[in-house]
Each structure stands twice: as structure tokens, then as C-alpha cells.
């Protein structure tokens, strides 16, 4: 009984990338008298196959112009396969971005309308769901403005408050959540459990390891275009991790993040109620520095403090900052910092790896990251 | 051949037309009245020019009306192959991103145009009656006459649309081949004017000439001063060499369309 949703079986992708403006009849008639090929192969996918399994939550990893986006496309339908095959069991998203076919030149309401039709709803449909999308929003006083007014954050909500509409067994997700606030990407997390509670088959593309170590339930690394390794999604998280930071430190940049200054944290101890964070800092000129951290949770900051005005940074050494959780909910934390220029406030050089660290408690009365006291009045 | 027009298919061929519409006539006073005050104006100046100042076609019954449904016609085939073209390459957006089948945005672009003909012939309608042309029975026809016009157009949409996507060239290309093919069509003068029988032969060939004629026939008069091709082939094989052109465009066109439709995300 093969169970799967989506089957890539050797699937190769090439463009002709032309080399010069090649889209007029002159050129591809010198070129033809010339024999001259007027394009080069470039090799996007090299021979990958995978397989997706029914209920999947499918991480795809890699670095920007590895692959990913048109890997996505192919399973899409967007372009077709070089050579292989892609075999897909189940009605498919067919789009891979939101808000595709928005016009800015129409209003809320129109782009909505049309936007739903893409998505394969009849107007019936639509006017049904209408009040849904809109509420989900929140932009009802909007809704008879042209798109060009809105902020584009309010444009990835409409398109967003759209998207989930569709009812496919597939979806195809191309890094969401690189847009939007906290509040947004709190309600695309929720989303995703959502699909998972449902079921849904979901792959997933992004940069962003917090989430797919959060949501998936396996994952595949691409480079280059070839499918580096397959896993599970703390595995796939920790090689790309891995490979990253030997890209940042290989390459003597003469960048911002040069090796003159380095930083790196550490969680020293941890009791009860405080997390006691160890700061080591180096840099080789005596620039006056400071340093900031911030205390992330599911991939956003929640917190930031730096000790500007507060200490001075010159030269190595390490510095500690002791952080009472008790203000926190429970949860996983994670911890970044950077050490700044303080005549320019350039960043100069940032930790290479968070640090991780939990807090116990599972309130069901409390969530997000801030510990808010019992001040209900009734 | 039922999935084509599935009700999916059929949503998104209605939202993107209503867009074209919204979009069409943003900014403007009067909207869609344009739709109606374009023809009326294009009239005007057909009657003050070709008939108050040129004289031409006095021995063709209703010349002025005569005129203007070939305006109107040979306007509708322009403005289809027109905007057809550029449909693809101006969807780019939504080709490179969306899995929708890509007949549909120049099957949707064909029926805007289809619908600002029917506006147009609202016109020829009202001017019809004000002229007292008589209603003939062979107006029946012209409904056929308007789909072998709508089929011949779709079929070179097809193939202009698919072929812009590789060479952009072609849309100036298109552009001289319409000049040509308006002063080579009968519409401003009457077929009568050409003297020598194997050229007129040759023109009513065209299926835009073939229809336009027809077209007048059937709906404004049977003078004998109306060429047709069935007139001047007198009943031989020849006159089907329109319909015969018409039936291998689209052939043509859909062929080319469906072969590079698959590339069209990556060649945008």
C-alpha cells in the first residue's frame, strides 16, 4: 500500500539562460546562420527524487539559489521537469506565493474576489466566505480601498486571510513567514497546527530552522541543486547550521562580520528563577563596544537589552547578565547577541549559534512569551 | 473536453473579464459609457468623411451603416489580436507563480473584446433602425459570421501570444501585418471600386474580407453591388478557401500554443 502524496522521482531542471537579450527574431536568426548557441545550460535540480507521505509536515532546507524555489515550482505545476517525473496523489495548492494576481489598482473587495477565483472558488463561494476572510483580516474598514493604500503588511494579512481558504489536500508554503509582524507570524504558527491536527500533507520551504524544527516532521537539505541529505528535521537543522557557519568564517570577508571581533554566549548556570548568561567578547582594536542580546521565542524576539551607557566594552573579556524568569511563560527560549561599534553602532560581529534554554511551567491560562500577572478585576 | 469548461475554469475566465472591465475604464468620467460613446463617435466620422466629403459607395444601399459594420468588425479583430498578444506576457505574474491553465488568460482577454463588440453592435442596431434598413431574413446568419471572425482571431491570439513570449518583436511585427490588412480589406471602400476581377479573387480569399462581406449581406442589403465570395466564385470550391484558412490557423495556434505553454514560467 503506497502511501505517498507527492513522489519526485530523478527529477532534473535546466534553463537556457540566453546571454545576451536574445527574445528578437534577428538574433535567433545570426545565431542560427552563426550555429551559435545563444544560451547556456545552467542546472537548477540535479537528479533528486524524494517522497512526501500522506499527513507529512515536509521540510524543504537550503541556501537562496540552491534550488528550493524551483523545486517548489515543479511540484506545483509551474514548470515542468527537464528530466523525471513528479507524481502527485491528491488536489494541490497551485500557488506557491501570497497574494498572487493581487492588483493594486482595485480595491479589497475586488482583489479578493479575484484572488479567490485563482484559487479555484466560484463567486458563490467567495460571497459565502467573504465575511471570513475579511474578519480573519481584521480590515473591514479597508475593504472599498484600492490595494495601493494599504500598508504591505495589510496586504500580506488579505493575502494570507485568502490562502487558507483553500481547501487542498497539499499545500506548498514558499517562506511566509519572512513577512509580517510577531502578531501575523503568531497567527501563520497557528495556522500550521491547524494543518497538522487536520492532517494536511504541507511542504514546507524555508530559512528560518526554529520553524521547521518546530513544525515538520521531516525534512531534505538541496545545495547546488542536488539533494544533500534527508531526515529528520533537528538533523536537516543541524547540518545546515553546520555548513552555514563554515561559510560565514571561511571567507576572510573584510565585512562588517570580520574576525577582528568575535562573540559567543553561553548559559553559565541556571536555577529556579534565573538564567545566568556568560558573554565572552573579543575584538582587536580598542574601539569602545557594547553589546546587545535578545531573547527569542519560536524564531521572534521577545526581549533586547544592551549595555549601552551601561558598561564599557573595549578589548576581551566577558560580561554576565542574569535573567529572572520568572517574567516568562513557559516555553523554549533562545538567546543571540552582538557586539556593536559605539561610535556608529555598526554590528561588528554577532553569535554564530543561539543558546538555548527552557522554562518550566505550562499554564494553560497563559501564552506568548510575557508572564503577565493574575490582574483580572471581575 | 468537459474540464475545459469545468465551473472552476469558468469562475476564473468571469473574474479575470470583470477585472479587464474595472480596470479598462479606471479614472474616467464617464466609465463605461466610452464602451457605447466610441462607436458613436467612430460613426460621425465615417458619415462626415466618406460620405459628405469623399462620395464613396453612393450606388451602395445605407453606405453609412455599410461602413460602419465593417468598422466595427474589422475594430473587434484588431482589438482582439491586440490585447491577446500581450495577455501572456502582461500575466506574467501570475504565470510564473500560479498553476492555472494558460489558455484561460487568452480565452479571457478574447471575451473582453467580444463583449466590447457586442456593445459596438448595439450601435450598428440603433443606426439600423434610424436609417430604415429593412430586417432581412439572412440576419439569422450572422451570428456564424461573428463566430468564424471570433475562431479565425483566436487562433492567431493563440500563436502571437505563445510566439511574444520568445520573441518580443513580434508584436511590431503584428502591428504592419494589421495596417496592411486593413487597406487590403474592403472596409473603407467598396469591393466594386477594384476593377480587375483576379485581385478582388484574391482579397475576398481573406477570411476578414470574406466575413465583412458576408456580414453585409446578410444583415444591410442584397444589392448586387455587395461582392461576396459565394458571388464571385459563382458556387465553386474556391469560396471555402476562407473557412478552410480559418479552421487551419486555429489548428495552428492551438498547436503552437499547447507545445510552448509548458515553458512559458521560465521563458517570461
Redesign the interface.
Known amino acids: 500500500m503506497e502511501d505517498f502524496a507527492i513522489k519526485v522521482e530523478n527529477v532534473s531542471k535546466e534553463?537556457r539562460l540566453p546571454h545576451e537579450r536574445n527574445?528578437?527574431?534577428?538574433s535567433?536568426v545570426v545565431n542560427f546562420y552563426k550555429q551559435k548557441k545563444g544560451y547556456e545550460i545552467q542546472k537548477a535540480l540535479k537528479d533528486v527524487s524524494f517522497e512526501v507521505k500522506k499527513g507529512e509536515f515536509f521540510g524543504i532546507v537550503g541556501r537562496n539559489g540552491s534550488g528550493k524555489s524551483t523545486l517548489l515550482?515543479l511540484l506545483?505545476?509551474?514548470?515542468?521537469p527537464t528530466k523525471g517525473q513528479v507524481h502527485v496523489r491528491g488536489s494541490l495548492t497551485?500557488?506557491?506565493?501570497l497574494g498572487?494576481?493581487f492588483?493594486a489598482?482595485?480595491t479589497g473587495r475586488?482583489n479578493i474576489?479575484?484572488n479567490?477565483?485563482?484559487l479555484?472558488?466560484?463567486?458563490k463561494d467567495m460571497h459565502k466566505m467573504y465575511k471570513d476572510i475579511v474578519d480573519f483580516a481584521e480590515l473591514e474598514r479597508f475593504m472599498d480601498q484600492k490595494l495601493k493604500n494599504y500598508s504591505s503588511g495589510m496586504q500580506v494579512r488579505l493575502a494570507f486571510s485568502i490562502a487558507i481558504r483553500a481547501q487542498s489536500d497539499i499545500l506548498l508554503l514558499d517562506e511566509v513567514l519572512a513577512v509580517g509582524d510577531a502578531a501575523f507570524q503568531q497567527k501563520c504558527f497557528n495556522y500550521f497546527e491547524d494543518l497538522k491536527q487536520l492532517g494536511k500533507t504541507v511542504v514546507f520551504v524555508s530559512h528560518d530552522m526554529v520553524a521547521i524544527k518546530r513544525f515538520c516532521t521531516k525534512a531534505i537539505y538541496i545545495k547546488d541543486g542536488s539533494l544533500i541529505h534527508s531526515g529528520s528535521p533537528s538533523e536537516i537543522s543541524d547540518i545546515y547550521t553546520e555548513e552555514n557557519i563554515d561559510r560565514s568564517t571561511d571567507g576572510n570577508s573584510e565585512g562588517a562580520l570580520s574576525k577582528a571581533n568575535q562573540i559567543a554566549i553561553k548559559i553559565k548556570e541556571q536555577s529556579q528563577d534565573n538564567v545566568k548568561i556568560e558573554i565572552g567578547y573579543k575584538s582587536k582594536n580598542k574601539d569602545p563596544m557594547y553589546i546587545g542580546i535578545s531573547i527569542l521565542k519560536d524564531g521572534i524576539s521577545v526581549a533586547e537589552i544592551s549595555t549601552l551607557g551601561k558598561h564599557k566594552i573595549v578589548g576581551n573579556g566577558r560580561i554576565f547578565y542574569n535573567l529572572n524568569t520568572d517574567m516568562l511563560n513557559g516555553g523554549i527560549y533562545q538567546i543571540g547577541g552582538g557586539l556593536f561599534r559605539l561610535n556608529n553602532k555598526e554590528l561588528v560581529a554577532a553569535t554564530s549559534k543561539r543558546q538555548e534554554f527552557a522554562v518550566k511551567g505550562s499554564d494553560p491560562s497563559k501564552g506568548a512569551a510575557l508572564r503577565l500577572p493574575e490582574a483580572w478585576e471581575a | 473536453m468537459r474540464h475545459y469548461f469545468s465551473?472552476?475554469n469558468r469562475?476564473?475566465v468571469?473574474?479575470?473579464v470583470?477585472?479587464d472591465f474595472?480596470?479598462r475604464y479606471?479614472g474616467s468620467v464617464l466609465g463605461y459609457a466610452w464602451s457605447l460613446l466610441r462607436p458613436l463617435f467612430l460613426f460621425v466620422i465615417l458619415y462626415v468623411v466618406f460620405v459628405r466629403f469623399i462620395k464613396l459607395g453612393t450606388d451602395v444601399p445605407h453606405y453609412p451603416i455599410y461602413l460602419l459594420l465593417g468598422v466595427v468588425l474589422w475594430n473587434f479583430f484588431n482589438e482582439m489580436t491586440v490585447q491577446s498578444l500581450g495577455s501572456i506576457v502582461g500575466r506574467g505574474?501570475?504565470?510564473?507563480?500560479?498553476?492555472?491553465p494558460r489558455w484561460i488568460i487568452v480565452l479571457s482577454s478574447s471575451i473582453s473584446a467580444l463583449i466590447n463588440l457586442f456593445l459596438n453592435l448595439i450601435v450598428v442596431t440603433v443606426f439600423l433602425f434610424i436609417n430604415h434598413v429593412d430586417l432581412l431574413r439572412t440576419t439569422l446568419w450572422l451570428p456564424l459570421i461573428l463566430l468564424e471572425i471570433y475562431v479565425f482571431a483566436l487562433g492567431l491570439s493563440l500563436f502571437l501570444s505563445a510566439a511574444f513570449v520568445?520573441?518580443?518583436?513580434?508584436n511590431y511585427?503584428w502591428e504592419v501585418i494589421l495596417q496592411a490588412g486593413f487597406y487590403l480589406t474592403p472596409i473603407l471602400y467598396p469591393l466594386t471600386k477594384i476593377t480587375n476581377v483576379t485581385f478582388q479573387k484574391l482579397i475576398i480569399l481573406n477570411p476578414m474580407a470574406q466575413s465583412i462581406q458576408d456580414a453585409r449581406y446578410a444583415t444591410i442589403t442584397h444589392s448586387d453591388k455587395v461582392i461576396t465570395a459565394h458571388r464571385l466564385f459563382q458556387g465553386g470550391w474556391f469560396e471555402y478557401i476562407p473557412f478552410a484558412l480559418v479552421a487551419l490557423v486555429l489548428l495552428m495556434g492551438v498547436t503552437y500554443f499547447k507545445r510552448q505553454s509548458?515553458?512559458f514560467?521560465?521563458n517570461i
Open positions: 534553463f527574445s528578437s527574431i534577428k535567433a515550482k506545483a505545476g509551474i514548470y515542468v497551485p500557488f506557491i506565493e498572487v494576481g492588483n489598482e482595485l475586488e474576489f479575484l479567490g477565483a485563482l479555484g472558488f466560484s463567486r | 465551473k472552476k469562475a476564473l468571469a473574474e479575470l470583470r477585472t474595472k480596470l479606471q505574474d501570475l504565470i510564473r507563480k500560479i498553476r492555472i520568445k520573441f518580443r518583436d513580434v511585427i509548458e515553458y514560467a521560465e
